[in-house]
């Protein structure tokens, strides 16, 4: 591409994993594009989909349906849409709306570049080939003060959910070399970051099928030895493939956050068996008390739908205890929506939209409670802050997350933003907390660094 660079718009539909190919598109796309919050004035507009639900589908199909008005105003505009929803649908995309130029899937990054110069020459393209082995990834490059990143570091799942669309719109499972997640993590630390998050759809079985075989603790090792790193995240975990060696990690690698999200999806035995997810309630709730005899300052989130097919009354109760006997601090819970080519699909003996509305509405109310009361017990205590920027609320205060992931609001000069500060948490919120930076107590940077310097445990 040659000549004044264009302006391409990203819509981001879905989790973690999708804002991590966003990145990734916009990073591919750099030699003929920058990017612009500005859609109206895009060059390019892409769309990334996510199908895990319905709800969600729905959401891109109604969007891309709107877009034909700006199509018809902009003609010169290329649309596109990549992610789950494109690997799913294809031509079908295609079909549906005259007004899309490119349909890409899940592994079609590396090849954006040509398929949108393609594009632009008037062809209509799809693109969703799903290739063996991991995907290529390019040089990573960071905006000049960025404190977190997402590093991908394996693609698709070999569980088969039955209720999950997953395997069929990103593959079986691939895990990407540790020499390109450790030198990528490394550059991001060189350019001052300090939050790192591994993403993966099930990143308790990284490591199968490398040429040299690496559990994924040990790749946390790697990482956590690291000069420069303050925080190490990772997402998603698959029960039955947490391990204890994984679990004892909490208690020893001091950048590893006191913070998990480990899915349950549900509380009852017999639906966990239909959705064929491998652990039972008790197995579940054993893993859970060991990681807190662990790591008693655990902040754990989980997934939950409700309405399963064939989910009764007594099994929703079972959740509830379920729920009530983990403590979780935090939890996405969703009603079930079929999806394609999966086993649950064909299952007889559907909840009825009503009742999942009024058994999601139960569970939310005590989730909510859980929140709130977890926020509730962190009043008083001073807690780590690494402060990502202003206060949605308000441009006066500052905005940040404790190791455990709660949300903190407190006031102070905005020369701390990309900084690690005290905190006293004063007050609780539903959905955060508020604070008073405790005075003199800025972290030196890099703390990590020092060899000699003490662990940076909370309550573990």
């Known amino acids: ?90 031509e079908r995309l295609l079909a549906a709306a005259p007004h899309l130029d490119l349909v890409f899937g899940t592994q079609g990054i590396s090849r954006l570049p040509e398929l949108v110069r393609r594009a632009g020459r008037g062809r209509r393209l799809v693109d ?14 960071w905006a000049p003060g960025a404190i977190k ?34 030198g990528e993590v490394a550059d991001f630390l060189a350019a001052g970051g300090k939050e790192v998050t591994l993403l993966g759809q099930n990143v308790n079985s990284y490591g199968r099928g490398l040429s040299e075989p690496l559990t994924f603790t040990e790749l946390l090792r790697r990482i956590d030895a690291l000069p420069g790193l303050a925080r190490l995240r990772f997402a998603t975990s698959h029960p039955r493939d947490l391990s204890g060696e994984l679990m004892a990690a909490f208690g020893e690698l001091p950048s590893l956050c006191e913070n998990l999200h480990l899915p349950v999806q549900s ?48 099994d929703f109760q ?37 009742v999942q509305a009024e058994r999601l509405g139960r569970l939310q109310n005590l989730l909510n409670e859980l929140t709130f009361e977890a926020h509730q017990r962190l009043v008083g205590r001073v807690r780590e802050v690494l402060v990502e920027g202003t206060s949605k609320r308000s441009q006066e205060e500052l905005c940040g997350r404790l190791r455990t992931n709660q949300v903190v609001n407190f006031s102070g000069p905005r020369e701390l933003v990309g900084q690690l500060v005290q905190v006293r948490l004063t007050e609780a919120h539903p959905h955060s907390l508020r604070g008073t930076q405790v005075e003199d107590s800025s972290i030196t940077w890099p703390l990590a660094a020092d060899p000699q310097a003490p662990q940076r445990r909370l309550s573990c």
């Open 149 to 182: 990143t997402l590093v991908t570091i394996m693609q698709g799942c070999d569980n088969f959910c039955s209720f999950c669309v997953v395997p069929y719109v990103r593959g079986r499972e691939h895990s990407r070399p540790p020499g390109e997640i450790i």
């Open 128 to 141: 969703i080939e799903l290739a063996p082995g991991f995907p290529p990834q390019p040089r990573r490059h």
């Open 318 to 354: 079972e959740t509830l205890d379920l729920v009530r006997q983990a403590g979780f601090d935090q939890a996405f819970s969703f009603k079930y929506s079929p999806r394609p080519q999966t086993r649950a699909a064909l299952l007889p003996e559907r909840v009825s939209g009503e």
């Open 1 to 90: 591409m040659s000549g004044p660079k264009k302006r391409v718009y990203i819509k981001t539909f879905g989790c973690q994993m999708n804002v991590a190919d966003s990145e990734q598109m916009a990073q591919v796309l750099a030699e003929g594009f920058v990017p612009t919050d500005r859609p109206e004035e895009a060059d390019l507009y892409l769309i990334n989909t996510c199908a895990i639900r319905r709800k969600a589908e729905e959401k891109v199909r109604s969007l891309l349906g709107s877009l034909q008005v700006l199509k018809q105003s902009r003609p010169q505009l290329l649309l596109g849409v990549g992610g789950c929803v494109a690997q799913q649908e294809g």
């Open 267 to 314: 509380g009852s035995d017999r639906i966990l068996q239909a959705m064929n997810r491998g652990y039972t309630r008790e197995e579940y709730l054993r893993k859970v008390a060991k990681l807190r005899r662990v790591c008693p300052g655990l902040s754990l989130s989980t997934d939950i739908i409700v309405g399963f097919p064939g989910e009764t009354e007594e």
